[in-house]
């Protein structure tokens, strides 16, 4: 959940920042008298470098005079109170200075509490439509330029933790990688015994490159293992203890009983969800309306009631069973003081105007027998004003038992604007839960083993996850999956999500840059294919496959304008991205309404009633929605396969790419310009062996695609369609 107007967005580029605080510093003059590089506590206990930050200083000159100024950025998860600048005795300079690690740090200033303001000194990131600065810090051993042939070596960049994603177990085998500087070595090797695996770079930003192999591990021994290494005229190795001479470093071991794979439910990457927007998709059930019904065809203020209900979702089992939907993602559907029930009065009770705790579970258990799984929002991350433990202690203050649930500043609580507690955005409505707590956490994980007992629950959806306690959501993930290993936990983050998918918190993140990066690309043109093509490939690798293979990917959602309206109307468009959604990586989730041609802009906006009338067979956007879905449920190349980009023509405005699993693959291409394209796509020696004589079927048109003597794939599209070629028999 966000608030329109209170929180700058993080909009990024698709740049890898992965675990940049975790980077040792060792240098020295010659190969030949190398010094270890150790674990931090190693480091410190042995009077070495600790892994490296830096200072940065923040200057701020506003224009007039304010009375706050904080920074935000994602270092601080865009916490808009965490770090607050002070002013110079002369008023006219605020300032501030943090210890920052490596990498690449989007921020904004944020002036009197609520106005983001980015920093005019700093350039600003090309690709954030919210204009996010950038400031990039990088190691001390980065002063001179990068070069693969000139001996001098970046060790402070090179890493290898033993966890995700530097290692990881997925469909039988090991992918090991390590981090290095950008074109600064001239070889990279995996050493296995006496063999030498070459490594190539999967993903690299302005810091760091990723190397990475993958090899086969059957988990019954240890696996042993070191780096051998090469910079021009030098050689050395990278093992546990750091650099070393050439075959002198102590070796990596993975012990075949300890290791515990990174585990998420296998049944989310072969599925397409739809997030349902409670009080707004159907209106089946009158006796329980609120009072001031709001039409159900006007357009929503912040405070309109619509009346959807458990029972509008249950007459329409049918419509969502015919879309070929596998799970639905409910906003929350609590006892609460507003329509979008993100502020709650009590976690186990279903809000009256929704229903009752036995229709919800009746409805899910209905969608259950359709095939079609139920994921439920949790919003931990604060309470409304009226839940019991807050009000408790407006009441009694100080001697409340419910005093360490929040943060207060002082007694008594005032419940009102300002407050003088800890609040979502401010908001005196919505006081911020401290879920670190051990009370207050315990609580939590109860309300969740409730609500898996209650229902046929399959996903927990975090709101602003990126907030909670990490303590917490480890012992969470440890309740949840006690229950049931198979539920879903997804994240709520803007940004990247690394730090809470190294396999001890969240299965999967709201994949929001693969949002912004469709926006960009589709509705807004404004990067070329290249470079759209870069930013997937970037967030595919910036996760271990089976967590990319689970994140939501959504174009539209009740927190952002309907892609529609970003599109400007222009439903080719739309129906090119929808192409895309479905048949890239991760679970496509369908904000409610979008296979309609819904449109709506910023919030409340985007949040109108389902327009039923349009349900109609002969609405082309239903139409082609249903078509894509049911394909995606037909093919496990689109489901699980692994994705390489094929083709890009930034001058044609085209795309094309591969999702391979086995011996199953399928190709598909975008024509994003205004005018008919022939594609021409090489291929490789593998995919046309997959391919075979008979070629490949557009599964959208029908015509067929035969390879040609030259290894080319030819296809030509219309304006803004696309193909989706797949086997024959797989039809």
Partial sequence: MQLAT???IPMLTGKLLRFTCACIVAICATFGALPAL????????????????RQHEFLYHPAASVRSVAVAGAFNNWNMRANPMAADADGKTWRLTLRLPMGKHLYKFVVNGDTWVADPTAPVNPNDSNGNSVLLIVPADYSSPASPLDGVTAFSALQHPLSAPYLNYDRDQITLSLRARPNDLSRVSLRLGDRLIPMSVVTADDIYAFYSVRVTWDRKSDLVYDFALADGPKSFDFGATGVAALRSATKFTLSATAFHPFAVPDWVEKSVLYQIFPDRFANGEKA???????????????????GGDAKGVSDHIPYLADLGISAIYFTPVYKSPSNHRYDIDDYRAIDPQFGTNAEFAALTRGLQARGIRTVMDFVFNHSSSSFGPFADVVRNGAASPY?????????????????????????????????????????????????????????????????????????LRTSVKELDPKVWIVGETWGDASQWLAGDQWDASMNYPFLFACVDYFADRKIDSTAF??????LYHRYVPQVSRCEMNSLSTHDTPRFLTRCRGNQEMQRLAATLQLTWVGAPCIYYGEELGMEGGADPDNRRGMTWTNATDDNPMLQYYKKLVHLRNKSRALQSGDPTILETNDSANTLAFSRTLGNEIAIVVLNRSDQRQTVKVRLDLKTEQLLGKSGLVDALSGAMAVPSPNHTLSITLEPLHAAILVQPERL
């Fill in 6 to 8: 209170t929180r700058g």
């Fill in 288 to 306: 329980n309306d609120p009072p001031n019904l709001t039409p159900w065809d006007a357009r929503p203020t912040g405070n309109s009631r619509f």
């Fill in 533 to 538: 093509a870069n930013q997937l490939m970037q």
């Fill in 403 to 475: 005093r360490h649930w929040y943060f207060i500043h002082s007694y008594p609580v005032q419940a009102k604007q300002p407050p003088n507690y800890e609040a979502f955005g401010g908001w005196w409505g919505m006081p911020r839960l401290n879920e670190a707590n051990d009370a207050t956490g315990a609580y939590m994980r109860d309300v969740v083993a409730f609500w898996q007992k209650e229902i046929p629950l399959s996903g927990v959806r975090l709101d602003v996850a990126d907030q909670l306690d990490q303590v917490f959501l480890r012992k």
């Fill in 38 to 53: 150790a674990s931090p506590k190693q480091a410190a206990a042995a009077g070495q470098a600790v892994p490296e930050t």
